[in-house]
């Protein structure tokens, strides 16, 4: 009988490599604390809070748009990634990745497939997902996943030759921009791709109003914090749409604990341009998109 999940291989030593420990999130949380500004990853360490908000409460459903928006181009988008290295920055659930592999098993390829995730619970369930995948398509996929940080990350793990870098989900939302981009620039060598799936910031107010008294996100984001006593967790979340920076974020006693940039498009374009991405395509749906930029 055929064992069907050796069609998921490790793509180097192990299938999930480990660089991240409890102690450097705690760290990174303590001094988020001190300089008044929660980093993002501390949301997502408990995978369960960030299941039930994609299942039922997203402000944004923006699995489901974007997933809508990467379908309705998938020709396009597939003939620019070719059979490029995917390198997914942020596996959450994991439904639009896993929709990207599957076209490019359904292209007659065998991907090679990384995902760099905070939460190993996340990277854990894609591993499952790619091997249902694989069973299905009967081909290989060649998968690596790595529990670390963006920031921790060097292009070089994704070994050499051209790579997709592919960030969905609005997750470049939630970081001071010139990190996040710092980090795509540092990892992309020339010719490489970035795939960048944003929320538009069409009607900040609805936004705010979709954030705001949502029990859920309060929920994901208290749990990141509650172990801090040092920090008023008694206090009510102040939501509040930043004009300047375009960001809904979320205050407790001034210390910021939550943000998420919205975009336009124009603005996404010409920032990118200055950390070396170009433009080569950009797909809309109501209030979503997903750019594609190509490293010069
Ligand atoms: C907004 S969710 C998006 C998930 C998925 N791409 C989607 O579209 O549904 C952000 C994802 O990035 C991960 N993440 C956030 N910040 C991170 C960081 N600094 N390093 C590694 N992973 C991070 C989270 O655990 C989560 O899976």
Same mark, same amino acid.
């Given at each position: 009988m055929q064992n069907y999940c050796m069609s998921v291989r490790p793509l180097g030593r192990v299938m999930i490599e480990s660089r991240l420990s409890q102690k450097l999130l705690d760290s990174r949380l303590e001094q988020g604390a001190r300089e008044r500004y929660i980093p993002g990853e501390q949301w997502f360490r408990k995978g369960e809070n960030w299941f039930s908000i994609t299942a039922f409460s997203n402000p944004f459903k923006t699995v489901y748009t974007e997933l809508a928006v990467l379908t309705e181009n998938r020709g396009r988008l597939m003939e620019l990634v070719g059979n490029m290295p995917l390198v997914f920055y942020g596996v959450g659930t994991g439904d639009t990745e896993a929709a990207i592999v599957q076209?490019?098993?359904?292209a007659g390829l065998s991907p090679a497939v990384h995902g760099i995730d905070v939460n190993w619970e996340f990277l854990e369930v894609?591993?499952?997902?790619l091997k249902n995948l694989s069973v299905e +398509?009967?081909?290989?996929?060649? +998968?690596?996943g790595h529990h670390t940080l963006f920031q921790m990350t060097d292009g070089r793990q994704f070994g050499s030759g051209k790579k997709a870098h592919i960030c969905l989900g609005n997750t470049v939302g939630n970081f001071p921009q010139e990190e996040i981009f710092g980090v795509f620039k540092s990892n992309a060598r020339k010719g490489d791709l970035l795939v960048l799936g944003v929320q538009l910031g069409k009607s900040p107010k609805k936004l705010l109003e979709q954030y705001r008294d949502n029990a859920q996100m309060k929920r994901l984001i208290m749990a990141a914090i509650e172990s801090r006593k040092d920090l008023p967790l008694r206090s009510e979340l102040a939501w509040d749409y930043n004009k300047k920076t375009g960001a809904i974020e979320a205050w407790l006693g001034g210390v910021q604990v939550f943000r998420s940039k919205k975009y336009d498009v124009g603005g996404l374009v010409g920032y990118a341009k200055q950390f070396g991405f170009e433009k080569v395509d950009v797909f809309e749906r109501g209030d979503c998109a997903v750019a594609v930029f190509k490293k010069a």
């Open positions: 076209w490019a098993l359904e894609f591993l499952q997902t +398509y009967g081909r290989d996929i060649f +998968y690596r």
